[in-house]
């Protein structure tokens, strides 16, 4: 266990809907980064928050927006979602925003139908 | 996009016998790191080397990396059947902690 939760577990939506995904970071960590692993694929970073800024993001569109709270934990919305949005969403939280290793959660399933 | 590319994508082998992955990947780094994936699950971070260090050990587990040839290789020896599992290996790239994830080596190990 790496003290990283994520909630919750598995999602079904449909197309067009909005989704809010959450994650708890481990105690201490700053820093959380979200991915999304397509099916057969490696995750793919959509962006990082350290201490509530928004600290880099991949190429995702702006439909896919992030907060995170003065604890640290962080939420992952996704508007207007696709059928493509159908992934495994894993939040990752870290030391701090420099190289050192990931503490991912067991991930939200979401299914778009 | 992918940064690193794992050879082979898919391996089987019998327990007890040592199990070695490849990944390549593109840019210069600060650090390799290598994770492990159970059935779609969370991924566990197994070993951090740094563009430094040529060589790691940790366990079962050994590490190589030569930044000239930009590639990495993941060495599990006496494997168990518990190993298998998918196996990344991920790089940060853009500054901080963002990581990039290769495409994966699925490692099936067979009682």
């Known amino acids: 266990e790496t003290g990283v939760t994520q909630s919750p577990t598995h999602l079904i939506k449909t197309r067009g809907q909005q989704v809010t995904l959450r994650c708890s970071s481990q105690?201490?960590?700053?820093?959380v980064s979200w991915y999304q692993q397509a099916l057969g694929q490696g995750p793919q970073f959509i962006f990082q928050?350290?201490?509530?800024?928004?600290?880099g993001r991949g190429n995702f569109p702006p439909r896919f927006s992030g907060l995170q709270f003065p604890n640290y934990s962080s939420e992952l919305n996704v508007n207007a979602l696709e059928l493509d949005d159908s992934a495994l969403y894993l939040c990752?939280?870290?030391?701090?925003?420099?190289?050192?290793?990931?503490?991912f959660g067991q991930g939200t399933r979401l299914t778009v139908v | 996009s992918q940064q690193g590319e794992e050879d082979p994508q898919a391996l089987s082998i019998q327990e007890g016998e040592n199990a070695t992955m490849n990944c390549s990947y593109k840019?210069?780094?600060?650090?390799l790191q290598w994770y492990r994936q159970n059935s779609g699950r969370g991924l566990v971070h197994l070993i951090l080397?740094?563009?430094?260090?040529r060589e790691k050990h940790s366990g079962r587990l050994r590490v190589t990396l030569d930044t000239s040839k930009k590639s990495s290789s993941l060495l599990i020896t006496a494997s168990r059947a518990a190993d298998t599992a998918s196996y990344f290996c991920?790089?940060?790239?853009?500054?901080?902690?963002?990581?990039?994830f290769g495409t994966g080596t699925q490692l099936k190990v067979e009682l």
């Open positions: 991920a790089t940060p790239t853009g500054g901080g902690n963002k990581l990039t």
């Open positions: 105690s201490g960590h700053n820093t």
């Open positions: 840019t210069s780094i600060n650090n």
């Open positions: 080397i740094r563009s430094n260090e």
């Open positions: 928050y350290y201490r509530e800024e928004e600290n």
């Open positions: 990752a939280s870290s030391l701090s925003n420099r190289n050192t290793e990931a503490f």
